[in-house]
């Protein structure tokens, strides 16, 4: 009597500690033990750390030019500089703006013409200027009638310089429509449109080149200063 009531206890005492599937599933005194189910993935939920960044569309960077400590170059011409070396954007940026047109390939005849009028100083004193440099293949299509008047006369090669020299570092904004003050007394009209910026009818074709003390836009015609 007390065996068989032993074993009724033990068998309460290990049905209560089985699962309740396994307890509906008792047949007689045969347990049939059916596991408890794992957890599908759906109900599981990720903890993320704290602080973690949620994740959305990204923007995609923006179009043209930049300005500001990263501003780089922009326009079709800047694929004619040096990469690194002597005119180089990297080389411009820590000389004086005429030492730097001096030593671009792309503005050897604009570096011959400061020197002639007496330039040279008055631009590397300067503190914030911008220069729209008159690129190689611009000073090759003036007539020659036209070379030959300045180079016989420097208070105009001066005059024609000047008007190509605008106080203040000029960022690319401020290229969108409207005019600028020129060293030499006249304004020069800019104007962006289709991503192309243009000052009087000259295109930038290598714009926002920062040097020392100013800035540098490369242009394809020599500006003519109103008479």
Do not use: W
């Amino acid at each position: 009597m007390k065996s068989s009531l032993l074993a009724a206890a033990l068998a309460a005492v290990a049905l209560a500690a089985l699962p309740v599937a396994a307890q509906a599933s008792a047949a007689g005194s045969v347990l049939t033990f059916t596991p408890a189910p794992e957890p599908e993935p759906s109900e599981m939920v990720p903890v993320e750390p704290s602080g973690a960044p949620s994740e959305g569309p990204s923007e995609g960077a923006s179009e043209g030019p930049s300005e500001g400590a990263a501003a780089v170059p922009f326009g079709p011409g800047c694929r004619k500089l040096p990469e690194t070396g002597p005119g180089s954007p990297v080389e411009i940026a820590k000389e004086k703006v005429a030492t730097a047109v001096e030593q671009s390939p792309l503005l050897s005849q604009l570096a011959e013409a400061l020197k002639k009028s007496e330039l040279v100083e008055q631009l590397n004193s300067s503190e914030g200027v911008t220069v729209f440099a008159p690129t190689n293949e611009a000073f090759s299509a003036l007539p020659q009638d036209v070379k030959d008047k300045l180079k016989a006369d420097p208070a105009q090669l001066k005059k024609v310089l000047t008007y190509h020299v605008v106080s203040g570092k000029v960022k690319p904004s401020e290229l969108q429509s409207g005019s600028l003050e020129t060293l030499e007394g006249g304004k020069l009209t800019v104007k962006q449109e289709n991503g192309e910026y243009t000052v009087n009818d000259a295109k930038v074709v290598c714009g926002n080149l920062p040097t020392a003390n100013a800035v540098i836009y490369l242009i394809d015609k020599v500006l003519t200063p109103p008479q």
